[in-house]
């Protein structure tokens, strides 16, 4: 149990900053199913999702209070600091996920705790980029930089559906959820900018290409959410009212914008694992590809509401069980990774152990009692070479 010990604290030590994209995942591939009228299947991945937004709240938390330097570095990082945004992300699919099963209560206390969260992060990662980053941007720019744009959009969500659980504070709502839709829109037109500039006028090798590239379409993917669930507000106020038809507009577009992205970025994933033959393996970036098929399958169905779309309910579920497939595919990968890798240290820690008695019975010496990476050297401390636990 040893050897599965030191694994575990060498996992949360090296925890990778976007883990709560699988909450995320999971989560909108369950509003999906819900509206897809899979029910029993959206109310397993719903508990699935509070599961792991739990557990994952848990680890961050250990890892702050046992590391406290990696944690430190991660934040200070341009490639690695956006991916902090998917807690709130993650929380924000949630409360949309409570509010849509009828809880009054809980949509609020996440909404509060994300909104909190977003102003935190948000104020810090600008003013980190402004004050203290001397990386050029093709070191430093990346897909999970457009997570932020998918958190600000969670809370345009949030904000209109908990009109209909708060109708007297619609007003302050409606304004609200407006304004991070639109502030959404114009922080995606800034970043897909610098992505598009990165992609064709600077060297792209496959490595370069991770799965949080697919954040360009999935942004785009809960900008249609969100402006669909804006234009569905219980009681619009007469904000509201006056910029339908220029929200109406822009959602289109938007949605039309994420679905141009889809061949391209399958273009992507064919050079990387195809031709440059880069090896597909389990890593918890690929819930960046999950969050924006779910989110594609949700706005698509959620674009019938619009006028002349009709239509597209013929296809809505078919986006929804491509979705949950690729999550399943993603979840294996995630349980097989962690499987193999706890194999991995008990083994290795077995077999240096047998090897150890096996010297030190040759040598007529009394076996060690603990394994030899677990003895320090003279003057120094000691230190485990644990296996990662993905």
């Not at 992060?121 to 990386?135: D, H, P, Q, S, V």
């Not at 993917?221 to 904000?239: E, K, N």
Request: positive net charge.
């Amino acid at each position: 149990m040893r050897a599965v010990r030191h694994a575990w604290l060498e996992w949360v030590r090296t925890l990778y900053p976007g883990y709560f994209a699988c909450v995320m995942a999971t989560g909108i591939v369950s509003v999906a199913l819900l509206l897809a009228k899979a029910l029993a299947l959206s109310l397993a991945l719903w508990a699935l999702a509070g599961a792991l937004l739990l557990f994952l709240a848990v680890i961050y938390a250990l890892r702050l209070l046992r590391f406290p330097r990696e944690m430190r570095r991660d934040f200070h990082d341009p490639a690695t600091a956006f991916g902090f945004f998917t807690f709130i992300a993650a929380v924000g699919v949630l409360a949309t996920r409570f509010a849509l099963g009828g809880w009054a209560i809980v949509p609020d206390v996440l909404t509060i705790i994300a909104a909190i969260a977003w102003f935190i992060l948000t104020y810090w990662t600008f003013a980190m980029l402004l004050i203290t980053n001397e990386r050029p941007i093709d070191q430093a720019i990346n897909g999970s930089w457009l997570i932020a744009i998918v958190a600000t959009e969670s809370l345009a969500i949030t904000w209109a559906l908990v009109t209909k659980i708060e109708p007297g504070q619609r007003a302050m709502l409606q304004l609200l959820s407006y304004t991070f839709w639109t502030f959404g829109v114009l922080l995606y037109l800034i970043f897909i900018a610098l992505i598009m500039y990165r992609f064709f006028f600077l060297r792209v090798r496959p490595d370069d290409l991770k799965p949080p590239y697919w954040i360009n379409m999935g942004a785009m993917a809960i900008t249609t959410v969100a402006g669909v669930r804006l234009l569905d507000v219980a009681q619009p106020t007469t904000l509201i009212v006056t910029l339908r038809p220029y929200i109406e507009g822009f959602t289109v577009m938007m949605w039309a914008w994420g679905t141009w992205w889809i061949p391209l970025l399958i273009i992507i994933g064919v050079w990387k694992y195809g031709f440059a033959r880069e090896p597909l393996r389990y890593h918890p970036s690929l819930w960046s590809v999950v969050f924006p098929l779910g989110m594609y399958a949700t706005a698509v169905q959620l674009l019938t509401h619009i006028p002349g779309l009709e239509f597209l309910v013929a296809i809505g579920p078919a986006c929804t069980w491509v979705a949950f497939a690729v999550w399943a595919l993603v979840a294996l990968g995630w349980l097989w990774s962690t499987f193999s890798a706890t194999r991995h240290a008990l083994s290795g820690r077995a077999d240096a152990a047998k090897a150890a008695s096996a010297g030190a019975l040759a040598s007529g010496a009394t076996p060690p009692t603990s394994y030899p990476s677990e003895q320090p050297e003279a003057g120094q401390t000691r230190r485990g070479a644990p296996s990662r636990i993905p």
